[in-house]
């Protein structure tokens, strides 16, 4: 059996609240929200994992988040991105080195798995972010570059308590989660 699966931190009940206000901010912008308790961000996608690579990946996700403390996400921005045209509706964060490293162990150290001797990594680079919503590109491309220019500075922190192995179920209604392991750091 194949598991679409994710590694992510899952976004504190009081900031999803927070940051979901500002959606009548962007009732513009052609947009499927995300379902609020799919709100997260992901560290590491990777795709479906036959049932040897699941529990390899879960085995060493823990060993390596036992060498993390728990430690503090800060998120700036929400605004449209990441280019033009914008695909997303999403929050940025600030640089941050301990998120950064993590995301860089965990790939290195599950890329180098036996069980992922044919396993592509993603070809993009790192960029932490929170995605609130997507776009529907072909609505969008009826609106002016100006529509896409709403951005709002944000000052809200949370901390990072625990990382979560996710599997993504795939249906009608959009992305269903599943939390398969949530490891405290």
Same mark, same amino acid.
Do not use: C
């Given at each position: ?20 206000? @500002?959606?009548? !901010? ?5 947009? *499927? ?6 709100? #997260?961000? &992901? $560290? ?66 599950? @890329?180098?798995? !036996? ?5 592509? *990594? ?6 932490? #972010?929170? &995605? $609130? ?53």
């Amino acid at each position: 059996m194949l598991h679409r699966t994710f590694i992510a931190i899952n976004i504190k009940e009081n900031i999803k609240k927070r940051v979901l206000e @500002y959606k009548k !901010d962007f009732l513009e912008i052609p947009a *499927k929200w995300v379902n609020k308790d799919n709100i #997260h961000i &992901t $560290l590491n996608f990777l795709g479906n994992l036959d049932d040897t690579q699941l529990v390899e990946t879960i085995e060493t996700t823990e060993g390596i988040i036992s060498n993390y403390e728990s430690f503090v996400l800060n998120i700036n921005k929400i605004s449209l991105g990441p280019k033009f045209p914008p695909r997303l509706i999403w929050l940025t964060l600030d640089e941050n080195e301990v998120l950064n490293k993590l995301h860089t162990e965990l790939e290195d150290s599950i @890329y180098s798995l !036996d069980s992922y001797q044919f396993k592509m *990594k993603e070809e993009r680079s790192f960029t932490p #972010h929170v &995605t $609130l919503a997507r776009i529907k590109s072909f609505e969008s491309k009826k609106l002016s570059k100006e529509a896409f220019d709403i951005k709002r500075d944000l000052k809200l922190s949370f901390e990072v308590a625990s990382i979560d192995i996710i599997e993504s179920g795939l249906k009608k209604g959009g992305p269903e989660y599943t939390i398969l392991r949530s490891i405290e750091l």
